[in-house]
C-alpha cells in the first residue's frame, strides 16, 4: 500500500483550542497509521510552533521548517489589530515559501487549519496536484472577505471537515460548498490515559477550602463573555455563600476583568489564573462548569468537564455545544446573554436531584468519548482515498 503524504498548515499567533487539535490530529494520523500508512509533517512558518517541540517530538510529529517571516515571531500580536496585522504579513512573506514547497514535495494532502486565505489561494491559482482539506473549527464570521474566497476557491477543494452538524448546516445554508464535500468529523481531544495521569497532580489551593467551585476556561476575550459571568455571579454569591468562581485563561481583557472584581468587592471569590497548562487537576476540584461564550466550537473545555463527570452549564450559543446538551440531555442550556435565563438555570443545576444529575452525567460521560484520537482518524481515514 502506497503511503499518503499529509502536510498539515497551522500558523497561529496566539493560544488558542485549535493548537491542541492539530497536535492531537496528526498524533491520531501517526498513532494509527499502519492502518493507513500516513506520513504526516507539520508546517512550521514562522517559529510558532518551537516552544511546543518537546511535545511534537514526544508524538513523534515531523516539522518542516519553511524559514518564512522568523522575525513575527517577536512580535506582540495581542489584540485584534495586532493580531490582523501579523496574518496579513504572514501571508505576504509565506507565499512564495509555501508555493514552493508544495510544488517540490507534492503532498498527497495538505489540511488546513488557520490563517487559510494563503492555502486556498495557492491551490485555487497554481496548478497544485494536492488534495486541499479544509478544516473549519468554532464558529467562522463569514464576512464579505471570507465568503468571497471560500467561494472563489471552493471547486478546488477536495473536502471540508468541521466538527459539529450545526456548523455543517450553516455553511450549506451561505450555498458556498457542495453539500457532498463537507464531512463532521469530531475534534480529536480527549486522550484518556493522559487525562488520568494529569488530574492527578497536586494541587494545594486554600480557594478551594470548604466551597463549591464554578469553573471556566477560555481566553480572556470577548467571546468568551467573561463580564457577564462576572456581574451575573455577583447575584449567585448573594444567594449562595458557598460558591466561588475560578476562570482559567490569559488575553485581552483581563484588566478589565481583575477591575470588575475589585468593583463588586468579589476578591475573595473569583480568582483569575491565567493560562494553564494542565486544567484536569482544577476540574477534579470543581463542582460546577460554566461558559457564558457569545460563539464557540465544539467547547473542548466543556468536553473536559463532562469527561470529569462535572455538571455543565452552557450558553446555547453557535456552534456544537446545543447539539452536545441537547435540550438539557446531558447538561444546562441559558439564553445566551440572557441574565434571568443564567440565573434560573444555575438555580435548577444547584437545586437538581442528585439521582437525576447522575443520570444526565453519564450521559455526558458517553458522548464525550466521542472526541478522541481514534474517532478522529477513523473519521479522516474515510475520506482520504486509499
Given at each position: 500500500?502506497?503511503?499518503?503524504?499529509?502536510?498539515?498548515w497551522?500558523?497561529?499567533?496566539?493560544?488558542?483550542g485549535?493548537?491542541?487539535?492539530?497536535?492531537?490530529?496528526?498524533?491520531?494520523?501517526?498513532?494509527?497509521?499502519?492502518?493507513?500508512?500516513?506520513?504526516?509533517?507539520?508546517?512550521?512558518?514562522?517559529?510558532?510552533?518551537?516552544?511546543?517541540?518537546?511535545?511534537?517530538?514526544?508524538?513523534?510529529?515531523?516539522?518542516?521548517?519553511?524559514?518564512?517571516?522568523?522575525?513575527?515571531?517577536?512580535?506582540?500580536?495581542?489584540?485584534?489589530?495586532?493580531s490582523?496585522?501579523?496574518?496579513?504579513?504572514i501571508?505576504?512573506?509565506?507565499?512564495?515559501p509555501?508555493?514552493?514547497?508544495?510544488?517540490?514535495?507534492?503532498?498527497?494532502?495538505?489540511?488546513?487549519?488557520?490563517?487559510?486565505?494563503?492555502?486556498?489561494?495557492?491551490v485555487?491559482?497554481?496548478n497544485?496536484?494536492?488534495?486541499?482539506?479544509?478544516?473549519?473549527?468554532?464558529?467562522?464570521?463569514?464576512?464579505?472577505f471570507?465568503?468571497?474566497?471560500w467561494?472563489?476557491?471552493?471547486?478546488?477543494?477536495?473536502?471540508?471537515?468541521?466538527?459539529?452538524?450545526?456548523?455543517?448546516?450553516?455553511l450549506?445554508?451561505?450555498?458556498?460548498?457542495?453539500?457532498?464535500?463537507?464531512?463532521?468529523?469530531?475534534?480529536?481531544?480527549?486522550?484518556?490515559?493522559?487525562?488520568?495521569?494529569?488530574?492527578?497532580?497536586k494541587?494545594?489551593?486554600?480557594?478551594?477550602?470548604?466551597?463549591?467551585?464554578?469553573?471556566?476556561?477560555?481566553?480572556?476575550?470577548?467571546?468568551?463573555?467573561?463580564?457577564?459571568l462576572?456581574?451575573?455571579?455577583?447575584?449567585?454569591?448573594?444567594?449562595?455563600?458557598?460558591?466561588?468562581?475560578?476562570?482559567?485563561?490569559?488575553?485581552?481583557?483581563?484588566?478589565?476583568?481583575?477591575n470588575?472584581?475589585?468593583?463588586?468587592?468579589?476578591?475573595?471569590?473569583?480568582?483569575?489564573?491565567?493560562?494553564?497548562?494542565?486544567i484536569?487537576?482544577?476540574?477534579?476540584k470543581?463542582?460546577?462548569?460554566?461558559?457564558?461564550?457569545?460563539?464557540?466550537?465544539?467547547?473542548?473545555?466543556?468536553?473536559d468537564?463532562?469527561?470529569?463527570?462535572?455538571?455543565?452549564?452552557?450558553?446555547?450559543?453557535?456552534?456544537?455545544?446545543?447539539?452536545?446538551?441537547?435540550?438539557?440531555?446531558?447538561?444546562?442550556?441559558?439564553?445566551?446573554?440572557?441574565?434571568?435565563?443564567?440565573?434560573?438555570?444555575?438555580n435548577e443545576?444547584?437545586?437538581?436531584n442528585?439521582d437525576?444529575?447522575?443520570?444526565?452525567?453519564?450521559?455526558?460521560?458517553?458522548?464525550?468519548?466521542?472526541?478522541?484520537?481514534?474517532?478522529?482518524?477513523?473519521?479522516l481515514?474515510?475520506?482520504?482515498?486509499?
Amino acid at each position: 500500500m502506497d503511503s499518503k503524504n499529509i502536510f498539515v498548515w497551522s500558523p497561529f499567533t496566539s493560544k488558542v483550542g485549535t493548537i491542541n487539535n492539530v497536535i492531537n490530529s496528526s498524533y491520531s494520523l501517526i498513532k494509527f497509521s499502519k492502518l493507513k500508512n500516513f506520513n504526516v509533517k507539520l508546517i512550521n512558518v514562522f517559529g510558532e510552533w518551537n516552544d511546543l517541540s518537546s511535545e511534537i517530538e514526544k508524538k513523534s510529529i515531523k516539522t518542516i521548517e519553511l524559514n518564512s517571516a522568523k522575525f513575527i515571531n517577536q512580535w506582540n500580536k495581542e489584540g485584534y489589530i495586532k493580531s490582523r496585522f501579523s496574518y496579513i504579513m504572514i501571508f505576504i512573506f509565506s507565499f512564495l515559501p509555501l508555493l514552493k514547497l508544495i510544488k517540490k514535495e507534492k503532498p498527497n494532502y495538505l489540511i488546513a487549519h488557520l490563517i487559510t486565505s494563503l492555502p486556498l489561494m495557492i491551490v485555487t491559482f497554481f496548478n497544485c496536484k494536492t488534495n486541499l482539506i479544509l478544516s473549519i473549527a468554532g464558529h467562522p464570521k463569514i464576512n464579505l472577505f471570507r465568503k468571497f474566497i471560500w467561494k472563489l476557491s471552493s471547486k478546488k477543494i477536495f473536502k471540508i471537515i468541521c466538527p459539529s452538524v450545526e456548523l455543517k448546516k450553516i455553511l450549506i445554508s451561505h450555498n458556498i460548498f457542495d453539500e457532498n464535500k463537507i464531512v463532521v468529523i469530531q475534534d480529536p481531544h480527549l486522550m484518556i490515559k493522559k487525562i488520568s495521569r494529569l488530574k492527578n497532580e497536586k494541587l494545594e489551593d486554600i480557594f478551594f477550602k470548604d466551597s463549591k467551585i464554578l469553573i471556566s476556561i477560555g481566553r480572556l476575550t470577548n467571546q468568551k463573555n467573561y463580564i457577564f459571568l462576572i456581574r451575573n455571579f455577583k447575584k449567585l454569591s448573594l444567594k449562595y455563600d458557598d460558591i466561588k468562581l475560578l476562570i482559567i485563561g490569559d488575553g485581552e481583557k483581563k484588566k478589565i476583568l481583575q477591575n470588575l472584581i475589585i468593583k463588586f468587592q468579589l476578591e475573595n471569590k473569583v480568582k483569575l489564573i491565567g493560562y494553564e497548562k494542565n486544567i484536569y487537576k482544577y476540574l477534579k476540584k470543581s463542582n460546577f462548569y460554566i461558559s457564558t461564550s457569545k460563539w464557540e466550537g465544539s467547547s473542548l473545555a466543556m468536553i473536559d468537564a463532562a469527561f470529569m463527570g462535572l455538571p455543565i452549564l452552557c450558553s446555547n450559543c453557535p456552534t456544537g455545544r446545543k447539539e452536545f446538551i441537547n435540550n438539557d440531555e446531558r447538561g444546562f442550556l441559558f439564553d445566551e446573554g440572557d441574565s434571568e435565563n443564567f440565573l434560573n438555570k444555575f438555580n435548577e443545576m444547584y437545586k437538581i436531584n442528585p439521582d437525576q444529575l447522575k443520570i444526565r452525567l453519564v450521559k455526558a460521560k458517553k458522548e464525550s468519548k466521542k472526541f478522541t484520537l481514534l474517532n478522529y482518524f477513523l473519521g479522516l481515514s474515510n475520506i482520504i482515498k486509499n
